[in-house]
């Protein structure tokens, strides 16, 4: 399994190609939090680049490009996370669908049957989900096209509610992700009760001394887009 918080300080072209081989050989039989774990560390490879020296990162560039960008590799890891999707957690839904919202190249390995397992993990977890699961998760679905649109009425629901739920223990990041992640979804905006509206603004209202300035720029572009939104903050203040 790749890790996403090693502080690898460099890694010899040998090694880079065997950790890809290996996860390319592996894909098949991991289990829902190997794939989780994976894709997670895969999405922030970039992360990964600042804490290796030059010659490492470019050993592991190298071997990136040369087996696990295949069509193959990446398909075989979209249907790693097709397979285990029934029996992932709130945690691994999260993670999943935040790292395939930066995986180009696992997003369009994905066929639609894949979308829908991953979305009917996140309506069936969502009960259980923490703020920054429901966070991570309607911010991915917003960016990811082919998820938002397999999510059915009843999966939004679901969805929305974890952040009705978790509004009063989000964070600045938290908050100002899912209002935006909300002005990009309709129907997640449209699942939105009023009393979720007033929750989430009184998330942003409480958090607002804590926002740097994109989370900031965020909630006022949010305000501006989303009238249910806007309503609710001025109720607050």
Do not use: C, F, H
């Amino acid at each position: 399994m790749l890790q996403t918080k090693l502080d690898v300080k460099a890694v010899n072209e040998k090694l880079a190609i065997q950790l890809v081989n290996t996860l390319n050989g592996k894909v098949g039989v991991m289990n829902p939090q190997n794939i989780a774990n994976t894709l997670d560390a895969l999405s922030w490879l970039d992360v990964v680049a600042g804490a290796m020296s030059p010659a490492g990162w470019d050993a592991v560039a190298k071997a990136v490009e040369r087996t696990a960008t295949l069509p193959a590799g990446w398909d075989a890891v979209a249907k790693a996370a097709e397979r285990t999707a029934p029996t992932m957690n709130e945690q691994d839904v999260a993670n999943t669908l935040d790292a395939l919202g930066k995986l180009d190249a696992v997003t369009s390995a994905m066929l639609s049957v894949g979308w829908g397992a991953v979305v009917r993990a996140a309506e069936r977890t969502a009960p259980t989900m923490n703020a920054q699961n429901a966070a991570n998760t309607l911010n991915a679905l917003s960016r990811l096209n082919a998820a938002a649109s397999a999510t059915s009425p009843q999966e939004w629901d679901a969805t929305v509610g974890a952040a009705e739920r978790t509004a009063p223990t989000m964070n600045a990041q938290n908050a100002a992700n899912t209002l935006n992640a909300l002005s990009w979804l309709d129907a997640a905006a449209s699942a939105m009760s009023p009393a979720g509206w007033g929750a989430m603004a009184k998330a942003a209202e409480r958090t607002a001394p804590t926002m740097n300035a994109q989370n900031a720029a965020n909630t006022l572009n949010v305000l501006s887009k989303l009238d249910a939104a806007a309503s609710a903050m001025l109720s607050v203040g």
